[in-house]
Protein backbone atom coordinates (compact mmCIF):
# COMPACT_ATOMS: atom_id res chain seq x y z
CA UNK A 1 0.00 0.00 0.00
CA UNK A 2 1.33 3.49 -0.89
CA UNK A 3 0.76 6.44 1.00
CA UNK A 4 -1.59 9.17 -1.03
CA UNK A 5 0.40 12.09 1.25
CA UNK A 6 4.26 11.17 1.09
CA UNK A 7 3.80 8.36 -2.00
CA UNK A 8 5.99 5.66 0.06
CA UNK A 9 4.84 2.61 1.20
CA UNK A 10 2.84 1.62 4.03
CA UNK A 11 5.20 -0.87 6.02
CA UNK A 12 3.15 -2.96 9.00
CA UNK A 13 1.08 -0.64 11.39
CA UNK A 14 2.82 2.41 9.51
CA UNK A 15 -0.91 3.80 8.59
CA UNK A 16 -4.29 2.39 8.01
CA UNK A 17 -6.59 2.73 4.36
CA UNK A 18 -9.43 4.78 5.57
CA UNK A 19 -12.78 6.03 4.06
CA UNK A 20 -14.62 9.37 5.70
CA UNK A 21 -18.06 8.53 7.15
CA UNK A 22 -19.22 12.36 6.70
CA UNK A 23 -18.22 12.27 2.91
CA UNK A 24 -20.27 9.55 2.25
CA UNK A 25 -23.36 10.66 4.26
CA UNK A 26 -22.94 14.18 2.28
CA UNK A 27 -22.33 12.28 -1.20
CA UNK A 28 -25.48 10.02 0.20
CA UNK A 29 -27.80 13.49 0.49
CA UNK A 30 -26.58 14.69 -2.74
CA UNK A 31 -27.25 11.98 -4.72
CA UNK A 32 -30.81 11.72 -2.81
CA UNK A 33 -30.97 15.48 -4.23
CA UNK A 34 -30.01 15.09 -7.57
CA UNK A 35 -32.38 12.19 -8.05
CA UNK A 36 -35.20 14.16 -6.09
CA UNK A 37 -34.41 17.03 -8.94
CA UNK A 38 -34.77 14.53 -11.91
CA UNK A 39 -37.61 12.47 -11.03
CA UNK A 40 -40.78 13.18 -12.71
CA UNK A 41 -43.76 13.87 -11.05
CA UNK A 42 -46.41 13.25 -13.44
CA UNK A 43 -44.89 9.76 -14.83
CA UNK A 44 -47.12 6.77 -15.30
CA UNK A 45 -44.18 4.96 -14.05
CA UNK A 46 -43.30 5.67 -10.35
CA UNK A 47 -39.73 7.05 -9.77
CA UNK A 48 -38.90 7.33 -13.29
CA UNK A 49 -36.10 9.58 -14.20
CA UNK A 50 -35.14 11.87 -16.74
CA UNK A 51 -31.99 13.42 -17.83
CA UNK A 52 -29.73 14.68 -20.20
CA UNK A 53 -26.34 13.77 -20.89
CA UNK A 54 -25.23 17.39 -19.25
CA UNK A 55 -26.90 16.70 -16.22
CA UNK A 56 -24.51 13.78 -15.80
CA UNK A 57 -21.95 16.19 -15.10
CA UNK A 58 -23.84 17.40 -12.12
CA UNK A 59 -23.70 14.05 -10.61
CA UNK A 60 -21.74 13.87 -6.93
CA UNK A 61 -18.62 12.34 -7.08
CA UNK A 62 -17.67 8.77 -5.24
CA UNK A 63 -16.25 8.80 -2.40
CA UNK A 64 -12.67 7.77 -2.16
CA UNK A 65 -11.02 5.26 -0.26
CA UNK A 66 -7.51 6.92 1.11
CA UNK A 67 -4.49 5.09 2.28
CA UNK A 68 -2.02 7.48 5.27
CA UNK A 69 0.98 6.73 6.93
CA UNK A 70 -0.50 7.77 10.90
CA UNK A 71 2.26 10.65 10.41
CA UNK A 72 0.96 11.78 6.39
CA UNK A 73 -3.39 11.51 7.57
CA UNK A 74 -4.76 15.34 6.98
CA UNK A 75 -7.48 14.16 8.55
CA UNK A 76 -6.30 12.23 11.84
CA UNK A 77 -9.94 13.34 13.38
CA UNK A 78 -11.98 12.77 10.52
CA UNK A 79 -15.17 10.21 11.40
CA UNK A 80 -13.79 7.73 9.23
CA UNK A 81 -14.32 3.66 8.69
CA UNK A 82 -10.31 2.55 8.69
CA UNK A 83 -8.27 -0.81 8.41
CA UNK A 84 -4.79 -0.78 9.45
CA UNK A 85 -2.21 -1.20 6.69
CA UNK A 86 -1.20 -4.83 8.54
CA UNK A 87 -4.31 -6.35 8.38
CA UNK A 88 -4.99 -5.76 4.57
CA UNK A 89 -0.93 -6.65 3.42
CA UNK A 90 -1.87 -9.45 1.24
CA UNK A 91 -3.78 -10.29 -1.57
CA UNK A 92 -5.89 -12.83 0.32
CA UNK A 93 -6.65 -10.33 3.69
CA UNK A 94 -7.14 -7.91 1.16
CA UNK A 95 -10.27 -10.23 -0.26
CA UNK A 96 -11.01 -11.22 3.05
CA UNK A 97 -11.47 -7.39 4.18
CA UNK A 98 -13.51 -6.77 0.54
CA UNK A 99 -16.02 -9.49 1.02
CA UNK A 100 -16.42 -8.27 4.93
CA UNK A 101 -17.12 -4.67 3.65
CA UNK A 102 -20.03 -6.03 1.14
CA UNK A 103 -21.86 -7.69 4.00
CA UNK A 104 -21.82 -4.34 5.87
CA UNK A 105 -25.11 -2.78 5.20
CA UNK A 106 -24.09 0.45 3.22
CA UNK A 107 -20.80 -0.25 3.00
CA UNK A 108 -18.13 1.09 0.37
CA UNK A 109 -18.48 -0.40 -2.47
CA UNK A 110 -15.70 -1.03 -4.76
CA UNK A 111 -16.21 1.94 -6.58
CA UNK A 112 -16.08 4.11 -3.13
CA UNK A 113 -19.70 4.64 -3.47
CA UNK A 114 -21.77 3.41 -0.75
CA UNK A 115 -24.22 0.32 -1.83
CA UNK A 116 -27.40 1.52 -0.12
CA UNK A 117 -28.95 4.14 1.69
CA UNK A 118 -27.70 3.44 5.56
CA UNK A 119 -23.63 4.51 5.55
CA UNK A 120 -20.79 3.02 7.69
CA UNK A 121 -21.73 5.69 9.82
CA UNK A 122 -20.41 5.49 13.89
CA UNK A 123 -17.10 5.80 15.19
CA UNK A 124 -13.94 5.17 13.57
CA UNK A 125 -13.50 1.39 13.33
CA UNK A 126 -11.35 -1.51 12.99
CA UNK A 127 -13.54 -4.63 13.22
Not at 7 to 28: C, H, M
Not at 53 to 75: G, I, R, S
Not at 94 to 116: E, I, M, Q, V, Y
Amino acid sequence: MICDACSKPIQGAEGYLWIDNDQINAVLKAVAEWHRQHTLADSPRPGAKMFSAADLFDYPEEVKWQAHHHTCDPKQDANAYSIQANRIDTWPELLGWTAHSWKRAGSPTPTGTTSSAASTAGNAASS
